[in-house]
Every structure is written in C-alpha cells, then in structure tokens.
C-alpha cells in the first residue's frame, strides 16, 4: 500500500522557519523523483520544489527561491522541505508527490499557517 504522510507544519510567526517532511511507504522511494506542492485557501494548486532521484538536482518557483531547501533520505525513505523566513503569502496546505509516470503518488499534506 503506497503511502506518503508529511508532517512538521504548524502555527509559525512571520520569519521563523520551519522542517517538513515526507515519510513513504510502498513503493521503491529511491526511484521516483518528489515535489512539494502547497494550496493557499481559495487558490489552486502551486508547485513549490522539486528533487531528482538521487538529490543531485533541484529546482524551485520563483516565488519560494532562496528560501525554501528541499532534500532527501533515500535511507530513510523521506523528502523534506525546509522553509526559511516564513511570510504569511507561505499559509497553505502543503503537500509531497512522488512521480514516475505513469504512478503518481500524493500524500494528505500538512497545514502551515503563518500569522503575528
């Protein structure tokens, strides 16, 4: 059974940072590359960041660049997302994918909401 469950969001202050991470489960990990994605309330799906297999290669939004740090454990089977300098545009649902098409995993996400 495929599973993919974040955890590390909360109720954060603007400018304090925060660690989410992704743990997965039933599938072979190391071979799918993984993303994070997030939802603001009312907006659509945004991408955040997105990591190869290996983690020698990553890319980012425009919008999160020079803040946001994603990574991997392929020991641990978990993808992370370190998020720096927090503001409140950052309040969303947060979200991991695991990709290899044709599969296409998603995890339930994690709230980070953002507010003095």
């Known amino acids: 059974q495929v599973q993919l469950v974040e955890s590390g969001g909360g109720l954060v202050q603007p400018g304090w940072s925060l660690r989410l991470s992704c743990v997965a489960s039933?599938?072979?990990?190391?071979?799918?590359?993984m993303n994070w994605y997030r939802q603001a309330p009312g907006k659509g799906r945004e991408f955040v960041a997105y990591i190869s297999e290996r983690g020698d290669y990553t890319s980012y939004a425009d919008s999160v660049k020079g803040r946001f740090i994603i990574s991997r454990d392929n020991v641990k089977n978990t993808v992370y997302l370190q998020i720096n300098a927090l503001k409140p545009d950052d309040t969303a649902v947060y979200s991991c994918?695991?990709?290899?098409?044709?599969?296409?995993?998603w995890g339930q996400g994690t709230q980070v909401t953002v507010s003095s």
């Open positions: 039933g599938f072979t990990f190391s071979g799918y590359f």
């Open positions: 994918n695991a990709r290899r098409l044709p599969f296409d995993y």
